[in-house]
């Protein structure tokens, strides 16, 4: 009994179902592409290659007893996809009350009923038929929003629905189709085209905001989802009103080619306003002082004239995809509130712009106050190089500034068709004749080829080989020059000493049974670093009488010979500092050191030289490796006084 009254029941659901479906299509026939009957149709927008359609009232509660019918239509040679963004009708078995069904008269298929409790599958439905007809029936309900259902031919394949938003995706970087007819959606949108928009926004309506797409056509839709800023500031654009939002983490930048400011070489105007005030002041709202940038006023048209117009001279043809409009200021609350625009390429002959439907002259929405700016996009672009705006309505005067947005090149690419995004085959590299390697920059012929590559070869190694003797000669001399200055510059400045003789003063050894008079200092450093004297100490030693006197630090008498001193180092260099000291005054200012009296005779030199002054009883022990310095003076002092 279960199983019989389950059939019943499925067979009554069939026959109402078939039923409701022949009351809604009446008697068969041909029926207008996009069409659309009953008095349960919501917002509708149908075009040719896509569209959005949805229920009565949407998104509130669909009314009782209604019924839609939605004829889809798709090019010759294409095939319809359905984007179901909402399907909410109350529930019911075998959804009997209230219902969606998609069906191909020609074809004779039908895809469900569907329902709350039944709804579909999949959001997007690949039908293989180019014409479709959806069909919606309400009866008795008490709750629901009803149905929004999209569509677009099989060469868009990335269709979404009007409600999808950014933060469906992610992936950093979006392409999608954007159905036509999304701008109307219930649906927020935070941010303006120059900040870009919250993420939470939804997708396709923000797109129409930031003028990527034009509504009445949908299109193909770049973005990105970048770092979210902290305040997304509201704008009105492209008829949309846009909130003011807040901090989110990620934002949504749509791309757009041919988006730059064009400069504008001349304002014309039918006429310009001249102001005087309540104090006798004159004020001139002239046309240069229609440029958006401008600061204070705007221009404005004289009080009482008929079509007003303003004429913007972009200098050369340019290609134009958007206006920006502005009202006089915050001080006047003047502004034009809907305009037309027309184009010339002469100046002469004016052509009004009618938008991607060309039937009528397309009315753009101007501002809501003076002192916002409001962006319109053109789609498709307009290609000239004079504008008018022409003003249809406005708020107390004719105000107005003006900014065009385009392309310095009026270059138009054709538009290509829209491909699927596949995966590409990888190209297989095509092999290369291993004699005709190109070279860039460089056209040879097949026959001379081997030849001139070969010349090219020995003149290039022939220059390298230059190259390498020249710097090898260079480094060479610049070794052998410190090296000769190092061993015979000794010499310079004593011509008493043989060259020989000095020159091999290095070599000299230092004997160990040497005894030094004092203790030697650590090696000094760099003395041009230090603050010397202007004139050495003299040193305190005591002299016996018959000791032969050694060379003095004192300043000669004029009737002394004098010759250069012997140039042991680099710190004893003639001209350098002075080349004797002055003798101290009469009483010494240090106290003497205390001493033995030594015997009269020759005294041992510092050196080890009998003879050679500079000797003191208090001898050190043979030299260190620290000592070095002192042992080679000693040595040079020797051969000196040999030389005397």
Not at 522 to 533: E, H, K, R
Request: aromatic share 6%; proline share 8%.
């Amino acid at each position: 009994m279960r199983g019989g009254g389950g059939a019943a029941r499925g067979a009554l659901a069939v026959a109402l179902l078939l039923l409701r479906r022949c009351l809604l299509l009446g008697p068969l026939g041909p029926r207008p592409a996009g069409g659309q009957d009953g008095d349960g149709c919501g917002h509708t927008l149908l075009t040719l290659h896509s569209g959005t359609l949805s229920s009565k009232n949407y998104p509130g509660t669909y009314p009782n007893h209604t019924a839609c019918r939605w004829h889809l239509r798709a090019p010759p040679g294409t095939s319809l996809l359905l984007a179901f963004g909402d399907v909410d009708l109350e529930p019911s078995e075998h959804c009997a009350h209230s219902s969606l069904l998609l069906a191909d008269p020609e074809a004779g298929t039908a895809y469900g009923p569907y329902c709350r409790n039944a709804g579909p599958a999949t959001p997007l439905l690949v039908t293989n038929s180019s014409t479709v007809t959806v069909l919606f029936n309400s009866t008795s309900h008490r709750s629901g929003r009803g149905l929004l259902l999209s569509y677009a031919t099989s060469q868009h394949p990335d269709l979404i629905s009007c409600l999808v938003r950014g933060t469906h995706y992610t992936q950093e970087h979006i392409s999608v189709y954007c159905p036509a007819g999304c701008k109307d959606i219930d649906g927020d949108i935070w941010g303006n085209p120059t900040q870009g928009y919250r993420d939470t926004s939804v997708l396709c309506k923000a797109a129409v905001h930031a003028g990527a797409i034009a509504d009445e056509l949908g299109g193909q839709v770049t973005l990105s989802r970048e770092k979210g800023i902290t305040l997304y500031e509201s704008a009105f654009a492209n008829g949309l009103h846009s909130k003011r939002g807040s901090l989110s983490e990620k934002r949504l930048i749509f791309h757009k080619a041919c988006s730059d400011v064009l400069d504008v070489a001349t304002f014309n105007t039918s006429s310009w306003w001249h102001e005087v005030d309540a104090l006798g002041q004159d004020r001139a709202w002239v046309a240069e002082r229609a440029a958006l940038g401008t600061a204070g006023h705007s221009w404005a048209a004289e009080p009482g004239s008929e079509a007003a117009w303003l004429e913007l001279d972009l200098g050369t043809r340019r290609k134009i995809t958007g206006i920006i409009t502005k009202g006089s200021s915050e001080q006047h609350d003047y502004y034009v509130t809907s305009y037309r625009v027309s184009f010339s390429r002469d100046g002469k002959n004016w052509r009004p712009y009618r938008g991607s439907g060309g039937q009528e002259d397309k009315i753009f929405e101007g501002n809501i106050d003076s002192h916002g700016e409001v962006s319109n996009a053109f789609i498709p672009p307009i290609v000239a190089r004079y504008i008018r705006v022409l003003p249809r309505s406005w708020h107390q005067r004719v105000a107005l500034k003006v900014a065009l947005v385009g392309c310095q090149s009026a270059r138009v690419r054709t538009p290509q068709p829209y491909v699927p995004s596949v995966p590409k085959e990888v190209p297989v590299p095509t092999s290369r004749s291993p004699g005709r390697t190109p070279i860039p920059g460089v056209a040879l012929e097949p026959e001379r080829a081997g030849s001139t590559l070969l010349v090219m070869l020995l003149i290039g190694g022939f220059v390298l080989l230059c190259s390498s003797l020249l710097l090898l000669a260079f480094l060479c001399r610049r070794k052998r020059k410190p090296a000769a200055q190092l061993n015979c510059g000794i010499t310079k400045g004593y011509p008493n000493l043989d060259a020989s003789q000095v020159c091999s003063l290095q070599s000299l050894s230092s004997p160990g049974s040497m005894l030094a008079s004092f203790p030697v200092a650590a090696t000094p450093g760099d003395l041009s670093l230090t603050q010397s004297p202007e004139y050495a100490e003299p040193d305190l030693v005591q002299v016996s009488p018959g000791s032969q006197p050694g060379p003095s630090t004192f300043k000669p008498l004029p009737d002394e010979g004098y010759a250069l001193p012997l140039v042991v180092s680099h710190y004893d260099v003639p001209g350098k500092h002075h080349d004797y000291a002055e003798p101290l005054l009469p009483e010494p200012e240090y106290a003497t050191p205390f001493g033995e009296p030594e015997p009269t005779g020759a005294r041992q030199s510092p050196c080890g030289v009998a003879g050679l002054p500079g000797s003191s009883r208090y001898d050190a022990p043979a030299l260190r490796p620290g000592r070095l310095e002192l042992s080679r003076e000693c040595s040079l002092s020797h051969v000196y006084h040999e030389a005397l």
